[in-house]
């Protein structure tokens, strides 16, 4: 499986942005979906946005749309969330992911499938 590590997170005023990134290590990037999750305290985990083998394809939930950003370099083994206009609902902690399985379908994963980080936190402050 592949190993992934997270870094970015951060403490930001609201409207404003940060840049996370996952590093992936010990398998072929290429071959895997990835994908963002989030889990703020005291709440399940919930699906971000996911990126396609290619980088073709992506797909956000509705909270994030138009606000985030996920793309991929397969040359250096990295995927990248942009965070722009971002909200105190905001606040999580963030994990990278790795599914042999299809973007589009990312959203259905559970924590026991795929790869995971170890997630880097985010806090947004009013």
């Known amino acids: 499986q592949v190993q992934l590590v997270e870094s970015g997170g951060g403490l930001v005023q609201a409207g404003g942005s940060l840049r996370l990134s996952c590093a992936a290590s010990?398998?072929?990037?290429?071959?895997?979906?990835m994908g963002w999750f989030r889990q703020a305290p005291g709440k399940e985990r919930e699906f971000v946005a996911a990126?396609?083998?290619?980088?073709?394809?992506?797909y956000y939930a509705d909270s994030v749309k138009g606000r985030f950003t996920i793309a991929r370099d397969n040359a250096k083994n990295t995927v990248s969330l942009q965070m722009n206009s971002l909200k105190p609902e905001d606040t999580a902690v963030y994990y990278c992911?790795?599914?042999?399985?299809?973007?589009?379908?990312?959203?259905?994963?559970?924590?026991?499938?795929?790869?995971w980080g170890q997630g880097t936190q985010v806090t947004v402050s009013s």
């Open positions: 992911a790795a599914s042999a399985g299809t973007a589009q379908t990312m959203g259905f994963m559970h924590e026991n499938q795929g790869s």
């Open positions: 010990g398998g072929t990037f290429s071959r895997y979906a």
């Open positions: 990126i396609s083998l290619s980088g073709s394809s992506t």
